[in-house]
């Protein structure tokens, strides 16, 4: 069992940074690959990028692949999505997920956090 819950969203300017973070409970978090996900009203949830349960390279999407980095840190059990030169279309809900492989489809992971709003403002 994991328990995810995200923080460091907010309002932004376009063109601004936030960091979020996924703080995971549970002793077998290292075994688990992470992914990022949003979702803006009226859309549906949209894959952002994963990231293996060793660290290794991140996979993003194509639309914040250069301006987003996906990082863990297996130690503190935290996993971080660095997200740069935001726009006013990265407004969403964003929400880490927990499962067993590197995939795309958010039916494929197994834990989900709450989820924490981002807003970027034109």
């Known amino acids: 069992q994991v328990q995810l819950v995200e923080s460091g969203g907010g309002l932004v300017q376009a063109g601004g940074s936030l960091r979020l973070s996924c703080a995971a409970s549970g002793r077998t978090f290292s075994s688990y690959a992470m992914g990022w996900f949003r979702q803006a009203p009226g859309k549906e949830r949209e894959f952002v990028g994963c990231?293996?349960?060793?660290?290794?390279?991140?996979y993003y999407a194509d639309s914040v692949k250069g301006r987003f980095t996906i990082s863990r840190d297996n130690a503190k059990n935290m996993v971080y999505l660095q997200m740069n030169s935001l726009k006013p279309e990265d407004t969403a809900v964003y929400s880490c997920?927990?499962?067993?492989?590197?995939?795309?489809?958010?039916?494929?992971?197994?834990?989900w956090g709450q989820g924490t709003q981002v807003t970027v403002s034109s």
């Open positions: 997920a927990a499962g067993r492989f590197i995939v795309v489809a958010p039916s494929l992971y197994d834990y």
């Open positions: 990231i293996s349960s060793s660290g290794g390279t991140p």
